[in-house]
T-cell receptor, first 113, second 111 residues
Framework: GAGVSQSPSNKVTEKGKDVELRCDPI?????LYWYRQRLGQGLEFLIY????????KSGLPSDRFSAERTGESVSTLTIQRTQQEDSAVYLC???????????FGPGTRLTVL | QQQVKQSPQSLIVQKGGISIINCAYE??????FPWYQQFPGKGPALLIA?????SEKKEGRFTISFNKSAKQFSLHIMDSQPGDSATYFC??????????FGTGTRLQVTL
């Protein structure tokens, strides 16, 4: 079946602009996660959704970052007033339930000039 | 605060050899320990996972060894192949709700 999909695959933007990154989880997966991966580094947790609620937003680095999920499906990560340090690959993942496998999408590579 | 420490940062192994990657965690509330494999330009893919009620789990050529008292776990790749060349991440979580990742190990398997 279809895996986690993300769009766009690549995004180049200018400093100060807003960007929206989209994630389509695997159908039926109630849990959805956003991670950030800077070049050559590990994955950094951003936010976790259970259904449409976000019980854990502790990883969002600043108030410029926000995320929402609708219909227990698609999620959008928004970064306002982008900065160069926001450049990274943003990965979305989903899982059917707790303790079950977490499947990652291919990521969106964000470059802020 | 880095809660999962991973070593080595990089590893070169000859084809047919054993690759060993180690991780140590701090949070005793962690109860789920997966390993992910990532190829360049791709998202991480779950390789194998273990819970602390067992000390070892084996799936094909991949084995996780878990030492609860030492708060350490490791990945062993037996008969390493060039196709195993990738970056490997250990992770830990409580109830799989929020994975905390190690910094990754870049594995190169040479012919």
């Amino acid at each position: 079946g279809a895996g986690v999909s993300q769009s766009p695959s690549n995004k180049v933007t200018e400093k100060g602009k807003d960007v929206e990154l989209r994630c389509d989880p695997i159908s039926g997966h109630t849990a959805l996660y956003w991670y950030r991966q800077r070049l050559g580094q590990g994955l950094e947790f951003l936010i976790y959704f259970q259904g449409n609620s976000a019980p854990d937003k502790s990883g969002l680095p600043s108030d410029r970052f926000s995320a929402e999920r609708t219909g227990e499906s698609v999620s959008t990560l928004t970064i306002q007033r982008t900065q160069q340090e926001d450049s990274a690959v943003y990965l979305c993942a989903s899982s059917l339930a707790l303790y079950l496998r977490v499947d990652f999408g291919p990521g969106t590579r964000l470059t802020v000039l | 605060q880095q809660q999962v420490k991973q070593s080595p940062q990089s590893l070169i192994v000859q084809k047919g050899g054993i690759s060993i990657i180690n991780c140590a965690y701090e949070n005793t509330a962690f109860d789920y320990f997966p390993w992910y494999q990532q190829f360049p330009g791709k998202g991480p893919a779950l390789l194998i996972a273990i819970r602390p009620d067992v000390s070892e789990k084996k799936e094909g050529r991949f084995t996780i060894s878990f030492n609860k008292s030492a708060k350490q776990f490791s990945l062993h790749i037996m008969d390493s192949q060039p196709g195993d060349s990738a970056t490997y991440f250990c992770a830990a979580s409580k109830a799989a709700s929020k994975l905390t990742f190690g910094t990754g190990t870049r594995l190169q398997v040479t012919l």
